[in-house]
């Protein structure tokens, strides 16, 4: 079983359209959780980081469920430019951060 | 301000060969980290330093040696390419902090031996 995973799409979806990603992680010691945006042949970009009560980010939304070991990300009002893939990423470090990445969700947004 | 730089972008490299790749920062950070991406795999850590003259190893540490002399400067070497070897390396830096780090990456070294 992969420590973090994610469906890895892709997802098509028009412009204006709401749309959510799942993520789920398997070691429940995990410390900390972000979302990074990754563009195709680019590099990983923090989008946010995940809180447990929940945090939102203008059109962007993260959700924390570790109860469950879930991460969501809602992004609305999808627009041409969200097109990229999102990595969900969790922190398994004690002494350093030692992140643990998602193979992504692949996001097309047509017009 | 650049940020973390990578040298070089591209490589191809015959199996055997040995070569370096340079990762610089310009924004005084203590951690630094090398990244191999491949198809269908997330990003696993090679090599990590916690500051100047330290090294650690990570998930994927076979193959690969490092160093950091520099606290701005952490090298990535492989002595004797194998196809396995072929990937997107990318080097990231951070503060510090533990939970609340942001990594910021370079823009990766796409890899290819023969």
């Known amino acids: 079983r992969k420590e973090v995973e994610q469906d890895p799409g892709p997802f098509n979806v028009p412009e204006g359209a709401t749309v959510a990603f799942n993520c789920t992680y398997s070691?429940?010691?995990?410390?900390?959780f972000f979302w990074y945006r990754q563009d195709c042949r680019k590099e990983p970009k923090l989008l946010m980081s995940?809180?447990?009560s929940g945090n939102e980010d203008g059109r962007f939304t993260a959700q924390l469920n570790r109860a469950s070991q879930y991460i969501s990300l809602l992004i609305r009002d999808s627009k041409l430019s969200d097109s990229a893939t999102y990595l969900c990423?969790?922190?398994?470090?004690?002494?350093?951060?030692?992140?643990?990445f998602g193979t992504g969700t692949r996001l097309l947004v047509s017009p | 301000n650049a940020g973390v730089t990578q040298t070089p972008k591209f490589r191809v490299l015959k199996t055997g060969q040995s070569m370096t790749l340079l990762c610089a920062q310009d924004?005084?950070?203590?951690?630094m980290y090398w990244y191999r991406q491949d198809p269908g795999m997330g990003l696993r850590l090679i090599h990590y330093?916690?500051?100047?003259?330290?090294?650690a190893k990570g998930e994927v540490p076979d193959g690969y040696n490092v160093s950091r002399l520099k606290k701005q400067n952490f090298l990535l070497g492989l002595e004797s390419a194998a196809p396995s070897q072929t990937s997107v390396y990318f080097c990231?830096?951070?503060?510090?902090?533990?939970?609340?780090?942001?990594?910021?990456f370079g823009p990766g070294t796409r890899l290819t031996v023969l």
């Open positions: 924004m005084n950070h203590e951690y």
């Open positions: 995940v809180y447990s």
């Open positions: 330093s916690v500051g100047e003259g330290t090294t």
């Open positions: 990231a830096s951070s503060l510090g902090q533990l939970y609340t780090d942001t990594q910021y």
């Open positions: 990423v969790v922190n398994q470090g004690t002494g350093f951060q030692k992140l643990v």
């Open positions: 070691n429940s010691a995990s410390q900390s």
